[in-house]
């Protein structure tokens, strides 16, 4: 079933939401003016952790939909929102502080690796049919 899938899609723009409004909070804070991207410590966490964020999803979407529809939709929901609190736990990390991100990092790193896995082993034999 794809509504998992359309859930975790939308509650990662969300996410991306939040990292959003935290680059520009701190940028307001610490009066780093667009289009400058380096200042403060905390802007430049903020900064980085939505960059990450936005590079990390560019990976994760399309893995995530390939492992529901090709790959058991159940495991890849439950990788997905695993993925998601893994990408929560790292933003609100690394807005706290840069050491803080590594577990959160880890947790969407394995969730990734296995939705990754999830979908090649349910297209693969599909492609080869």
Known sequence: MTLHAALITLLNVVLIGVAMYYVGRARGIHQVHA???????????A????????????????TLWVATVF??????????YAWLIGRTWYLFGYLRAANKRSS???VS??????LFVLALVGLVPKLLA
Do not use: C, D, S
């Open 71 to 80: 790959g058991n939709p159940t495991y890849a929901a439950w990788l997905g």
């Open 35 to 45: 289009p400058t991207v380096v200042g403060h410590p905390e802007f430049e966490r």
């Open 109 to 114: 790193a394995i969730a990734w690796m296995g």
């Open 104 to 106: 959160g990092f880890m």
């Open 47 to 62: 900064f980085r952790a939505h960059q990450n964020t936005l590079e990390q999803t560019v990976m994760f979407l399309p």
